[in-house]
């Protein structure tokens, strides 16, 4: 059975860090992209982080890039976002996501709250 289980959402004052985590289950993990979005409240689901199955590469938005990073550990099957710098409009949910293509697919998570207030 397929799982992406996020975690280390919460609340964080302006300028503050948090560590997102993703842990999966159920799929060949390393290879894999991994990425990471965010849906703020009325707003669409953004892509904003992505790394490669062997972490070798990764691309972030230009709206995270320079406060954050992704980062994966193959032999836990997790994958990272370090969140730093945070700014009121980085509130949203996180998600995690596994594409592939040998089967083509694309596996979610649930979603952690992340919320950047003073």
């Known amino acids: 059975q397929v799982q992406l289980v996020e975690s280390g959402g919460g609340w964080v004052q302006p300028g503050g860090s948090l560590l997102l985590s993703c842990a999966a289950s159920?799929?060949?993990?390393?290879?894999?992209?991994m990425r990471w979005y965010r849906q703020a409240p009325g707003k669409e689901r953004e892509l904003i982080a992505e790394i490669t199955g062997t972490g070798g590469s990764s691309n972030l938005a230009d709206s995270v890039k320079g406060r954050f990073t992704i980062s994966r550990d193959n032999a836990k099957n997790l994958v990272y976002l370090q969140m730093s710098s945070l700014k009121r409009e980085d509130t949203a949910v996180y998600y995690c996501s596994a594409f592939g293509l040998r089967p083509p697919h694309d596996y979610w998570g649930q979603g952690t709250q992340v919320t950047v207030s003073s």
């Open positions: 159920g799929f060949n993990f390393s290879m894999d992209f």
